[in-house]
């Protein structure tokens, strides 16, 4: 079974410009989440998508980041512009719904290191 | 609030020898989930092992074990023989069931080398 997949791998940007991240989830996976870690930092949580819907954008830094999730499979994560603050690796995770009061596993992917210069 | 803290930003351990890796956490979520991930050099975050709050015993899985300390908040992750692989970071998350978001709260982080 593949796991979740991320593209690209790395991406350098100049400050000003846009960049788009792309999450594959695991098949069947209605849960899907992004989290970004910058250097040195704790992985923070950005959001979390139920099939195409978002149940929590609560972790979104600023409206320069727009993350759709068209058809409930793939999700895409942008940056516009980029800011020098965005840098950090981006995570993509899903999980499968296991109901409420029990935690769902959630598997990671490689990550995007996105470097703003 | 919810928070991981992971005290230990660096350890060294001998191959063959046991480690044990800090995890505090503080919430006010009387029942939560606590996990460990792996993060070899590669960058993939690996699934390592679960502790459920309300679990009586502490969770295990092959060399991995968690040694759960409700009253201390605490949640270490013990790796007995340690390989030249485990050589990695290793990160502390939770995720409480009772607040109705699914995010998990994680930590700065231990970087682990193994030594031959």
């Known amino acids: 079974e593949a796991g979740v997949t991320q593209f690209p791998s790395h991406s350098v940007i100049e400050k000003g410009q846009t960049v788009t991240l792309r999450c594959d989830p695991i098949?069947?996976?209605?849960?899907l989440y992004w989290y970004r870690r910058v250097m040195g930092k704790e992985i923070k949580f950005l959001l979390h998508?139920?099939?195409?819907?978002?149940?929590?954008e609560s972790g979104m830094p600023n409206n320069r980041f727009l993350a759709e999730r068209t058809g409930g499979t793939y999700s895409t994560l942008k940056v516009q512009p980029a800011e020098l603050e965005d840098s950090g690796v981006y995570f993509c995770?899903?999980?499968?719904?296991?109901?409420?009061?029990?935690?769902?596993?959630?598997?990671f992917g490689p990550g995007t290191r996105l470097t703003v210069l | 609030a919810q928070k991981i803290t992971q005290t230990q930003p660096g350890m060294f351990v001998q191959e063959k020898e046991a480690v044990t890796l800090d995890c505090t956490y503080d919430t006010s979520d009387p029942s939560y989930g606590l996990f460990w991930y792996k993060q070899p050099s590669s960058g993939e975050m690996i699934f390592l092992i679960y502790q459920g709050s309300y679990d009586q015993q502490n969770a295990t899985e092959g060399r991995y074990s968690l040694n759960f300390q409700k009253a201390r908040k605490s949640a270490n992750l013990v790796i007995s023989a340690s390989q030249l692989g485990d050589s990695a970071m290793y990160f502390c998350?939770?995720?409480?069931?009772?607040?109705?978001?699914?995010?998990?709260?994680f930590g700065t982080g231990t970087r682990l080398k193994v030594l031959a």
């Open positions: 998508f139920v099939k195409e819907s978002k149940q929590d």
């Open positions: 998350a939770m995720r409480g069931l009772t607040s109705g978001t699914y995010k998990y709260i």
């Open positions: 098949s069947g996976h209605d849960n």
């Open positions: 995770a899903s999980s499968q719904y296991v109901g409420t009061g029990v935690p769902d596993t959630q598997y």
